[in-house]
């Protein structure tokens, strides 16, 4: 088959129209604000199963007594907000392919850094202020100040906050993502990066070689890897052979929520595979909905805000939601505590982005921007005329 003939069967990216006004000039896709609603979602679904689906210390934990009495109704549906980082794991896989697309591997690595590090450290050091003034001695300073550097869970040191977990899985997705992103993003690139990384996904688990687990992740690679092929639908148009990669993204995420469910300690809790494979399969469908461009009636500005919450509200919401908790529940109703600690959560979610997020991104972009150091201008040295002094 001819060079020309074979370029003819490779879809073709979807014509971008411009927007009205003064945004017409943009060269990039319009922005996906329904997918900042679903953020939203899926971090409220999380906060939902840490603190209404399961209880902590068992019965008698932080609530005082089951979450299943307190909140009868609530908590079989929150019992699967789990769920909610699988949603995430989806939705990373395609707003890290589109955000990508036609940048520099320099400007993503800026992009990562400035999107993560400053409200992290932020909500770092609050959790750790809020745990130490609660009695809590374990969160030493070394503790603190390795949380900081975002690796600490290959270092073995404990998180600060338990959420803290899925972010060394993201940063691996990242890393991963980075080597196919040095050569700059092409259709085939993309797709034989998603089709070796659910292969090594497959055969991690069993080669008996643990550095191949922690690179392929076999736990989270359908999602991140169904996101990003559901990217490439939303940029090329489906084809069969991203039909297919989805296929079996769906397929391996199924087997993973099987061990999800029978391996993870849920304490009282009992979740079932069926209900989970439905939630997951729902998320799936409503990315393609977006992917496919089904969702546009939904792509509201506003919904930026909604977007601007999600990070901060995850990094702070269960070491400090707990420890309200445990101290206020004797003290008022649980349905209004809850409402009060999701609302301030809320709050304390939207100083973070307006009053760290934004300005530090902006001054952290600018510093990780400027040029490349180059050597030392020679110095001058004055020489005297010629001649007598």
């Known amino acids: 088959m001819s060079d020309t ?78 769920l909610g980082v699988e949603l995430f794991f989806l939705i990373s896989g395609f707003v890290i392919c589109m955000s990508c697309w036609g ?28 745990l130490w003034c609660a009695g809590d001695r374990t969160v030493t300073p070394s ?28 940063m691996r997705f990242y890393l991963l993502f980075a080597v196919v992103a040095y050569g700059g993003l092409t259709y085939r690139r993309v797709v034989t990066f998603c089709g070796l990384w659910l292969l090594g996904a497959i055969l991690a688990p069993t080669s008996g070689i643990p550095l191949l687990t922690v690179v392929f992740q076999p736990q989270f690679a359908p999602f991140f890897v169904g996101g990003i092929v559901l990217y490439l639908m939303h940029r090329f148009r489906p084809a069969p052979l991203l039909w297919l990669l989805l296929g079996a993204s769906w397929l391996l995420a199924q087997q993973q929520l099987v061990r999800l469910v029978h391996d993870e300690n849920w304490v009282g809790l009992h979740p079932s595979w069926t209900v989970a494979l439905v939630v997951v399969t729902v998320f799936y469908a409503v990315l393609l909905a977006v992917a496919l461009g089904k969702l546009n009636f939904l792509n509201w500005r506003r919904l930026t805000t909604a977007g601007a919450l999600t990070y901060p509200l995850y990094l702070l919401h269960e070491s400090i939601g707990w420890t309200v908790i445990e101290r206020l529940h004797t003290r008022m109703p649980a349905h209004l505590l809850m409402a009060l600690l999701v609302a301030g959560l809320l709050v304390a979610a939207w100083l973070v982005h307006r009053c760290v997020e934004r300005p530090v991104g902006r001054r952290l972009k600018r510093w990780l921007s400027g040029g490349l150091p180059g050597p030392r201008p020679a110095r001058t040295v004055d020489v005297p005329p010629p001649g007598p002094r």
């Open 5 to 82: 003939a074979l370029r003819s069967t490779l879809p073709r990216p979807r014509t971008m129209r411009p927007l009205p006004g003064p945004t017409a000039a943009r060269t990039g896709p319009p922005r996906l604000y329904v997918l900042d609603g679903l953020r939203l979602i899926a971090a409220l679904m999380v906060v939902a199963f840490h603190f209404i689906g399961y209880n902590r210390y068992g019965d008698h934990g932080a609530w005082g007594q089951s979450t299943a009495t307190l909140f009868p109704v609530a908590h079989s549906v929150a019992g699967y907000g789990w």
């Open 103 to 130: 940048r520099t591997p320099r400007d993503f690595f800026i992009s990562r850094v400035v999107r993560l590090y400053p409200a992290f450290w932020v909500c770092v050091l609050t959790t750790a202020v809020v």
């Open 143 to 170: 503790r603190v100040l390795t949380n900081l550097t975002m690796v600490h869970e290959p270092l073995g040191v404990p998180h600060v906050d338990p959420s803290y977990w899925s972010l060394w899985a993201e």
